[in-house]
């Protein structure tokens, strides 16, 4: 014995679109081959690269160009090595009591001049 549901309870279609499924992928026929888009095809082994065309505008310099990680490696390399020779110059800073004593004498001087 066969059973048959209907899923529209007996009420007729309304408009061409109106179905018994909710969405168009549960109907019978969706997935079948060619129902929704061609088939994909990249990938495959049909597919010819075609080669790079360069043609310079201008000569191109026969001194081989140095990438920039290299460049800025070098860089900071000069930089420290400038930092270290600068270390050789390098000085304390004057103590509190110093730089107190010398902003007071100067105060004194400019006083006396005045």
């Not at 014995?1 to 679109?17: F, L, S, W």
């Not at 049909?46 to 026969?62: G, H, N, V």
């Given at each position: 014995m066969e059973i048959e549901i209907d899923h529209r309870n007996g009420i007729a279609m309304v408009t061409p679109c109106d179905n018994c499924y909710s969405c168009p992928?549960?109907?019978?026929?969706?997935?079948?081959?060619?129902?929704?888009?061609?088939?994909?095809?990249?990938?495959c082994a049909t597919y010819k690269r075609k080669a790079d065309t360069f043609i310079p505008l201008?000569?191109?310099?026969?001194?081989?160009?140095?990438?920039?990680?290299?460049?800025?490696?070098?860089?900071?390399?000069?930089?420290e090595r400038n930092d270290v020779k600068n270390l050789d110059r390098w000085k304390p800073a004057p103590t509190l009591l110093q730089a107190l004593g010398a902003t007071v004498l100067a105060h004194r001087v400019r006083q006396r001049e005045s």
């Amino acid at each position: 014995m066969e059973i048959e549901i209907d899923h529209r309870n007996g009420i007729a279609m309304v408009t061409p679109c109106d179905n018994c499924y909710s969405c168009p992928e549960h109907s019978r026929n969706f997935h079948k081959f060619g129902s929704t888009r061609p088939v994909v095809n990249f990938g495959c082994a049909t597919y010819k690269r075609k080669a790079d065309t360069f043609i310079p505008l201008q000569r191109l310099s026969r001194t081989p160009c140095i990438p920039f990680h290299v460049k800025e490696k070098q860089q900071e390399l000069e930089k420290e090595r400038n930092d270290v020779k600068n270390l050789d110059r390098w000085k304390p800073a004057p103590t509190l009591l110093q730089a107190l004593g010398a902003t007071v004498l100067a105060h004194r001087v400019r006083q006396r001049e005045s």
